[in-house]
């Protein structure tokens, strides 16, 4: 089945130390995307890529980044990790972006859960 | 700005009750409308969605209806089991998805 992969499942990474997390996809979809979710909140977009052109959301940490080597592949390093960026990060892929007539929808990985001590 | 407002939760029902959990949303157009259903530990999956206006979206039981004149997208189920348990997302089309808060639902028998 086609899906998104994320890897791994739980992160742990100590304070200020670098750590990436890795999404996949075998959608062929030209959009990835990634959200950051803490404890009974709704997920908040960092940056998503549209193939190759990388979109960063205006109130996300510069501390965050994103690579995007091909359209399978994406991921997010996070620089010097802080005990706030302790959440679950979720990847999600869609065929397209923006209010299309046929609608999109995302896929979502099984996110991965990262502690911070 | 677009923007969705869901109902707060949490929502406690018994096996077999019935389901309504209130969205409505602001938006520039008709954009499309979803329902993810978040289950414990896991990531997000679609459960339906509804690209025009009077279009009905279902899957697994579940229900919800674009309603432009009301500007909601309310989600309903007939009789809920445990295993419904978990957190709802309604959604927003944008050049990213726009959230809900969620809703908790717990379901018990």
């Known amino acids: 089945d086609a899906m998104v992969i994320q890897n791994p499942r739980y992160q742990v990474t100590q304070f200020g130390k670098p750590v990436t997390l890795s999404c996949s996809q075998t959608?062929?979809?030209?959009?990835m995307y990634w959200y950051q979710q803490k404890s009974s909140q709704a997920p908040k977009l960092l940056f998503h890529?549209?193939?190759?052109?990388?979109?960063n959301e205006a109130d996300t940490p510069d501390n965050f980044q994103s690579r995007r080597p091909n359209t399978s592949f994406c991921f997010l390093d996070i620089r010097s990790p802080g005990l706030g960026d302790a959440a679950m990060y979720l990847c999600?892929?869609?065929?397209?972006?923006?209010?299309?007539?046929?609608?999109?929808?995302?896929?979502f990985g099984p996110g991965t859960r990262l502690t911070v001590t | 700005g677009n923007s969705v407002t869901q109902m707060e939760g949490p929502v406690t029902l018994s096996e077999e009750a019935f389901l309504t959990i209130n969205c409505t949303y602001t938006?520039?157009?008709?954009?499309?409308l979803f329902w993810y259903v978040q289950y414990p530990g896991e990531g997000l999956q679609l459960l339906l969605k509804?690209?025009?206006?009077?279009d009905k979206g279902s899957n697994k039981g579940f229900e919800a209806t674009y309603r432009k004149e009301t500007t909601s997208f309310h989600l309903e189920k007939g009789s809920v089991q445990v295993s419904d348990s978990a957190v709802y997302f309604c959604?927003?089309?944008?050049?990213?998805?726009?959230f809900g808060k969620g809703t908790t639902l717990s379901v018990s028998s």
């Open positions: 938006a520039t157009g008709y954009p499309s």
């Open positions: 959608l062929n979809h030209n959009v």
């Open positions: 890529y549209y193939d190759k052109d990388f979109n």
């Open positions: 509804a690209t025009k206006a009077d």
């Open positions: 959604a927003l089309a944008g050049t990213a998805l726009i």
């Open positions: 999600a892929t869609s065929r397209d972006t923006g209010t299309l007539a046929g609608g999109y929808e995302q896929y």
